[in-house]
């Protein structure tokens, strides 16, 4: 009798000390996964922070890409007035040289 309880005493501490092992480790275990969570949380967090900052970017780069379209648009414009207000000079001074041409053929 005394044998079979010193054996279950026996037993019964191997097992509580098998349990406490396993219990520390799956401790450890769920420690390290909340730390990997918070890792990759914080990783979410900095690529949620740098899409944004790329996203902000590209918003501007766009902006600026419609501006510079604009600007060219404009300058086209400029280039064709100039254009004109040259030929339209040109006719002006050939206008002028043909009245020229027939005011002294008017005083002959």
Do not use: H, Y
Not at 31 to 47: T, Y
Not at 94 to 99: G, H, I, M
């Amino acid at each position: 009798g005394e044998r079979e309880v010193s054996v279950a005493n026996a037993k019964a501490a191997a097992a509580k000390e098998s349990a406490d092992r396993r219990t520390k480790q799956l401790e450890e275990d769920a420690q390290r996964l909340r730390d990997q969570l918070r890792e990759r949380q914080a990783a979410g967090e900095e690529l949620r922070a740098t899409r944004s900052v790329l996203e902000s970017k590209t918003a501007t780069a766009a902006a600026a890409e419609k501006r510079a379209g604009d600007l060219e648009t404009r300058l086209r414009d400029a280039q064709d007035e100039v254009r004109a207000l040259k030929k339209s000079e040109f006719d002006a001074s050939q206008r002028s040289r043909t009245l020229e041409i027939e005011l002294g053929d008017t005083k002959r």
